[in-house]
């Protein structure tokens, strides 16, 4: 990701759950929106739910995949209710 921690913390503020602004939806239903977009942006014959941990679908998407995503893209996945673990730099779905 090409912004800082403070700046993406605005942004889950400002954008968490408005997956009604996402103009282009894959998906009437915010979740599957969400796994057909990481698709896209990740091709890969790797598996994209790694793990369930109480209310989070924790995503197989590395740690360097994290790190290349853009603004607008990391914003339309806030939209849908992907979030950024930082503790170790990985993508969960909140449910």
Known sequence: MKFTK???????????????????????????HAL????????TDEEMICCIEGDRVCL????????NLTVEEVTELIRCGVLV????DSLFLFR
């Not at 700046?7 to 939806?25: A, C, M, P, S």
């Open 6 to 32: 403070k700046e993406y913390d605005k942004l889950v503020t400002d954008e968490v759950g408005k997956f009604n602004r996402i103009e282009h939806k894959r998906s009437l239903r915010h979740d599957l």
């Open 36 to 43: 057909l977009f990481l698709d896209l942006l990740f091709k």
């Open 60 to 67: 197989g998407i590395t740690e360097k995949e994290v790190h």
């Open 85 to 88: 673990d930082w503790s170790n």
